[in-house]
Structure formats: structure tokens, C-alpha cells
């Protein structure tokens, strides 16, 4: 097996501190954690009625405890109980058919910790409470404070955007200036996308833009997803249509739309299933779509972007297709089940290589209770400013990166697998690999992410230098240990 050395880099000490708010999972029903703080993943489980169907969100505090859960009915605390005044969220006749299971709709909740509040949280949410109770016609918040360490709702179920919205699908992105957040949803059966932007102080919005392709019902469902550095958004429908733009963290607005069409396998339930979720991989060139039976990669750096690479094609009698796909604070991405109530989840060891290199692995994380159709909507919550896009207005101090090594942490050290290296802001670095006399062993130009590959490397002590290449007297270096 492969180690690598996955290299992210974030904004700043704050956003350093506050930047494992996606390090563990929650899964339900016998609720339990998947911890990936290490390099080793950790699970346990938690005594709880909470019972998730597709809804499935939670949060971490800064430190990767985890905080918050919610199955779209209500909000439960770590112990797995309903916190104050936590019950009762999306009133609507569709919710309350769904007690003791959880609501049914992907991506219909999503936490977002309250920009420069160190206890308050935002939940964005819904439910199909439109007439027909077929799709959702207003977008909630609630607003939970933790600052006694005990979570307390404060807010619940303020609308704040009433029109007809397609069903699930709802996401974010960090503000180019790396504090605030834009939300985003899609309309139903046209192009328009709502957006909103979150500050300390207020929701704003929406702002609309119609752009792309129509995406016309009854298979309109939603997902979507933003890459790891937040330059392109990405949405699917159940009949296998994708959306792939480029956004501009600035303004929020889209542009370049670019159609991919999902091979739609011949499903006897749903013969026009084609994307029923999707992902970036951590460096954003691969895009990968899945239906209940196929899982393929599309390379968004090809010539031609529809030939996209088959990674797996469940078989007939596979008590384990594939569902919802989502990327993990260790850098794999993983996949949920759909139509078997197995204990484990799909996963791609290395989504940033190309084709059968980016090691799918069957069933590959053993999970401790049923993980049939959910993995937890998850944003990069360790985004930074966009230096220099004119929007980078909080953080506008320089980056000395001898001065400010302090800042710069290997996660884990010693590594094995892979080990991630955090600095604090984006730029125009070179990333070195040397071995103990100083050879140069490997060398890569990048912004923000890249991978070195140590699968030949012996154990021992090796250094990784950066180097600003604006400023090449601008340099740190760190020792890191391989160990396998």
C-alpha cells in the first residue's frame, strides 16, 4: 500500500484552531463515531434512539470532539440525546411521518459553525412541505449555543427563504475571505441556484443567478458539492445529469457550466437513475458520480471530460450498492451502502489518482452499525482567504513562514499512511522532500494541495522544506518521520 503525504494548506492561527469540525462521523441507528483525528481510524458507539434514514448531518468542535447531530427531525448532543429545546425541526405534516427513522431526504441539513462566534452554531435545514409534499418551499435555520457545554438551541426553524427549491442538495463555501460562508441551494425544475451569505451577524441573500442546464422533474433530486479550494460547484439529478461550475468565492457567482452525462445503468426501480451523489477529489481534478450501481471518475483536466473512468460496477445480487459519496478529513473519499443493511462503507484510498490507481476498496471500512444510504453532509470547514482576490479583507497580514512555523502542524508524526501539513495561508509555493543529508528526493509547484508519494521511502527522518516561490528567501522546514 501506498503512503503519501497529503500536504493542505489553511489561512490562519484562528483557522488553524478551528479547523476539525469534520474530524469525526456520525452514523445511525445504534448511533456511533468514526473518528479519523489519526492515522488509525477510531469508531465507538453511543447509546441513543436516534435513527437515520438519508438525513444525516453533525459537527465537531474545533478539537474534533464530536458536538452535534441531527436526523432532520431533531438536534442530539454527543450522548446521543435530543439537547434543549433541540426537537421538532421542518413543521410540516411530511416530517411527522417520519418519526423514529429519520428523515428521508439527502443532503437536507447542514451545521456550519458561526463565523467568529466560538460556540454558536448554524444549522441550515428543510423538509418537503410544499402542498403536494413533494418537495421543499422554505429553508430553515436554527442556531444552537454551546458556550455552557451543554448545547441549547436559541433559534429553531426561522425561514428564511420561501420558494419551490429541488429536493435535497444543500451545501457551502467558505467567503474568499475566509471567515464568512455562502450557502447554496437549487431551484426546482429550472437552472436558478439561491444563494446566501453567512456573516457573524446576519444571513444574507438570496441572491439567484440562472445559469446552466434545466433540470426538469420527477428525477430532479439534488446533490452537490463544492471542491476542496472552493473554485467549482458541482450538482447531479437522479436521472444522471451533472452540473460542473467554476465559482468565484468573492462574488458567489457561477460561471463556465459545463454538462457531464453519468452512465445511467438499467435499474428494474429506477430506470433512469444516473447521479445520486457525487465528489470532488482533495485536489479537485477528478470528479466522481455514482449511481446505485456504477461508480465512475470523470478527469476535469482531460481533453474530453465525458470519457470518464468506470471505478466500479456493482453486480446483481451485491447487497451493498452504492449510495452517497463523501470526502474525509484523512483524504479518502467514502461510500455509503444503499440496499443492504451491511456494516461497512466502500472506500477510494487515493481519489486523487487517476483510474484503478486511486485504490477502490469493497466494503474497505468496517463500520459498527448498519451504514445503509448516509454519510454526513460535510463542507472543507478549513478553507482559507483567497490572498489577493481583493476579497481577502480580515486576514491581510504578510506570511513569514520561518517566523510562523509554529503554525505549520504534521498530522500524524510519525506517519504511515499519509501525514498532513497545514500552514497558514494559500500561495505560490514550491514543496520539497529531502532526506536526512539534504538530497532532493522529490519536488512539486502548488497552492494549496498536493501528494508525495513515499511508497519506497525507508523509515527514518525526512525533511519537507516550502519555499515561497514569490519570495524564495521566504522558506521553512520541517522534519517529518516515516514509519511504517
Known sequence: MKNTFTLILLSTCALLKAQLYD????IAPGLSYIDFRNDTIIMKTVSSPISMTFTDANICDSSGNML???DGL???????????????????????????????IQQAALFIPTPSHTNLYHLFHFSNDTANESRPGTLYYSQVDNSTGVGNVILKNIPFCISMFREGGIT???HANGRDYWIVMAGLANNRFYKFL???????????QDIGPMYPGPYDLAYSKFSQDGSRYATGAFEGLVTVMDFDRCTGE???????????????LNPTTGCVSLEFSPNGRFLYVGDRIIINQFDLQAANIQDSVEIYRTGPNDLAQTDMLQLAANGKLYISTWNGGVYYCHVINQPDSLGDSCHFIYGGLPTLTIN????????????GPLIGSGCDTINTSSFNLAKDSELIRIIPNPANKYAYVEIGTPGDYEFQLLNETGQLLSAKQTRQVDIFDTENLSNGVYFLKVVDRKNPDNT?????VVQH
Open 476 to 480: 521553512m522546514t520541517r522534519k517529518i
Open 23 to 26: 474530524a469525526q462521523w456520525a
Open 172 to 174: 457551502a463555501c467558505k
Open 74 to 104: 431533531s438536534i442530539y448532543g454527543s450522548d446521543g440525546r435530543i439537547i434543549n429545546n433541540g426537537d421538532g425541526l421542518n413543521p410540516c405534516p411530511y416530517t411527522s411521518y417520519f418519526i423514529g427513522q429519520g428523515l428521508n
Open 198 to 208: 453567512l456573516t457573524p451577524d446576519t444571513l444574507l441573500g438570496p441572491f439567484t
Open 254 to 268: 457561477f460561471s463556465t457550466p459545463l454538462t457531464i452525462y453519468n452512465d445511467a445503468s438499467i435499474d428494474t
Open 372 to 383: 445503509s444510504n448516509k454519510v454526513p453532509n460535510m463542507i472543507n470547514y478549513k478553507l
Open 68 to 70: 452535534f447531530i441531527t
